[in-house]
């Protein structure tokens, strides 16, 4: 078993790597470190993402830069900010307690002047994307004329993103006896080419199944039509509460639809992009680093420096136009020895494509059925349960209420009272999945759209204003006395007056929409409700008394209709579309509002 200690490391690197808990090198590490310590001729490491590449090419060139020089030793070329950054930060943390080591990023779409700063530091090592690497250069603030090492990372992105220019026009001025190192997960004709011009017969290096998902991944489609892609995977989020994951999109407009729809049916999703500024991509990034978002949307140059373990799906929105890059998206889960699944949504006259993409995963992908109202409803029930059980009690905080919780319920057993606990969220799924359709298309040579209009309108799209629960401040369980009349007084005082909205459970009426609606049309935030009674055809809520008018008028210029009068069900619909389209709920969430529903 060879471990880091054999390769002649210094002890301060040795440091720096046992720190980042690396026990035993990986793979293409095993084959990489030895061949670069020893040898200054050209290489090449084929390997699928994850596998460790950053440190089998920084370890030795860590070690062996010599500190004492004022030059540009290393120069490393990679597709995007983010890999960028990643990678300097890698090298940072290997040489961390090499003391004068020095690795500065440069990247477009940021200061130049703070890189510029940067540079003057005298680096040993800089790691740019080409484009602003290239005008570095050529403003002659960065020398490369005395490089020894230049690694070209992620190749094969480098040159699909329209790089071949830079490239060239950076190695045009590197060193004749510089070593190069190529990386690439796949090596496409292309690449074979600037092998062939760069390089001086390099050492190959090739590891594990390479181009082939790796083994803890299990594959997966899904089959429906294509106008039925959100809903289903909407039925695929849904079906795992816990996911952690990225939904590949082929353009940067399909992103931005398929999360903005995410996040109007608040999903805890966002999306990433190119048309995002870095700031947004920056804290985008850090939600979903930090598990505080579950489901980012992105394509696939965005998404192609985010590393990140233990993601648990990897969701084709659709069949990626190349299936290498099927295999870079499914190579972001089932790492580090976790399992993961790359399901892709595909429609009937793509399922001959799956055949070929077995070829490459080296995998039969089966066909599941989109999960049905039933299996969903289950997962989530189990999930919510999980969550009551694992909760935490804040005993100081909720003792003085307690008295008074325990009386209400006195009349409850405790079969009783979990089952209305658990009815709190639990009726949410099932209602919103009581009438759903069977998305799954039957097999169809013809490729035919069958069952085109089958449950048209029935729940496509209708159902916004969700509300699992998910990561939303909850503060249910203090409803507040009634006394059954119009006008009520809570415990704190609260005069509350009952509002009535022509819109009921069958125009899509959900608790989270009267939320949503009163937190839109108020200008003030956060006004106390009380209970929110959902009926087939209206809804009544109750609000603080001070502010019925200013809801009653509100309601009435949105057409909402507030007060008694009443409308028939198909234009209370239609309203309600108008009325949510208008006032789209903002991306931050509003914990604010106290709530207790009343289901039908
Ligand atoms: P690649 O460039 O091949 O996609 P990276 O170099 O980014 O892969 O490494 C992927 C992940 O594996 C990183 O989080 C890295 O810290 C981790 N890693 C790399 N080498 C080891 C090792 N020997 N032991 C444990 N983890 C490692
Ligand atoms: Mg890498």
């Not at 090499?98 to 540079?119: C, H, M, N």
């Not at 209970?531 to 008018?549: A, L, N, Q």
């Amino acid at each position: 078993m060879s471990d880091f200690n054999t390769y002649g490391f210094s002890k301060e690197l040795l440091r720096g790597i046992e720190e980042l808990g690396f026990e035993k090198p990986t793979p293409i590490q095993e084959k990489a470190i030895p061949y670069l310590m020893e040898s200054t001729s050209d290489l090449t490491g084929q390997a699928q993402t994850g596998t460790g590449k950053t440190a089998a090419f920084g370890l030795p060139i860590i070690q062996k830069s010599d500190l004492e020089s004022k030059k540009v030793q290393t120069l490393i070329l990679c597709p995007t900010r983010e890999l960028c950054i990643q990678l300097s930060k890698d090298l940072q943390n290997f040489s961390k307690y090499i003391k004068g080591f020095k690795v500065v990023p440069i990247y477009g779409g940021a200061s130049i002047d703070t890189q510029l700063r940067e540079l003057r530091k005298k680096p040993q090592v800089v790691v740019g994307t080409p484009g602003r690497t290239l005008d570095m250069i050529k403003r002659r603030k960065l020398i490369i004329n005395d490089v020894k090492w230049l690694v070209l990372d992620e190749a094969d992105e480098m040159l699909s993103m329209g790089f071949k220019d830079e490239l060239d026009g950076i190695l045009e001025n590197t060193p004749e006896d510089k070593q190069t190192l190529l990386f690439s997960a796949t090596m496409p004709h292309e690449i074979k080419r600037i092998i062939g011009t760069y390089m001086h017969e390099p050492f190959e290096i090739k590891v594990g199944k390479v181009n082939k998902g790796a083994d803890n991944v299990e594959h997966y489609f899904y089959m429906v039509n294509a106008r039925d892609r959100f809903e289903a995977l909407k039925r695929i989020a849904d079906a795992n509460p816990n996911i952690y994951g990225i939904v590949f999109c082929r353009t940067r407009a399909e992103t931005k639809d398929v999360a903005e729809k995410l996040i109007e049916q608040k999903y805890n999703a966002d999306a990433l992009h190119g048309d995002m500024s870095q700031f947004m991509r920056d804290q985008v990034m850090n939600r979903f680093r930090t598990k505080h978002l579950q489901i980012l949307v992105a394509t696939d140059v965005a998404a192609r420096g985010l590393d990140v373990d233990d993601l648990t799906h990897i969701i084709n929105y659709n069949l990626p136009d190349s299936l290498d890059i099927y295999i870079h998206r499914s190579g972001r889960t089932g790492r580090a020895g976790k399992k993961g699944v790359s399901v892709t949504i595909v429609h009937s006259r793509e399922q001959h494509k799956i055949r070929l993409l077995e070829k490459k995963v080296g995998k039969k992908i089966e066909r599941r059925m989109v999960p049905g109202g039933n299996e969903i409803c289950e997962k989530q029930l189990y999930k919510l349960i999980d969550k009551i059980g694992n909760v935490e009690v804040d005993e100081d905080m909720i003792a003085k209420y307690l008295p008074t919780i325990y009386e209400k319920f006195e009349s409850l057993s405790k079969e009783e009272l979990i089952k209305h606990f658990v009815s709190i969220e639990f009726n949410y799924f099932l209602d919103k999945y009581k009438k759903a359709r069977d998305l799954n298309t039957i097999k169809s040579s013809g490729g035919r759209d069958r069952g085109r209009d089958r449950g048209r309108g029935r729940d496509g799209g209708r159902d916004r204003g969700r509300d699992g629960g998910r990561d939303r401040g909850r503060d249910g369980g203090r409803d507040r006395g009634r006394d059954g009349g119009k006008n009520f007084q809570n415990r704190d005082g609260v005069d509350f007056a009952q509002v009535r909205i022509d819109v009921g459970s069958s125009g899509g009426m959900r608790p989270a929409m009267v939320l949503e609606l009163i937190n839109t049309q108020l200008k003030k935030k956060n006004v106390e409700i009380g209970r929110i009674d959902i009926r087939r055809d209206h809804t009544k809520v109750e609000i603080d008394k001070k502010y019925e008018k200013e809801l009653l008028s509100a309601l009435k210029n949105a057409d909402f209709k507030g007060g008694s009068s009443r409308q028939s069900d198909s234009s209370n619909r239609k309203r309600s579309n108008i009325e949510y389209d208008r006032d789209k709920p903002k991306r931050k969430k509003r914990r604010s509002t106290r709530k207790k529903i009343i289901q039908d």
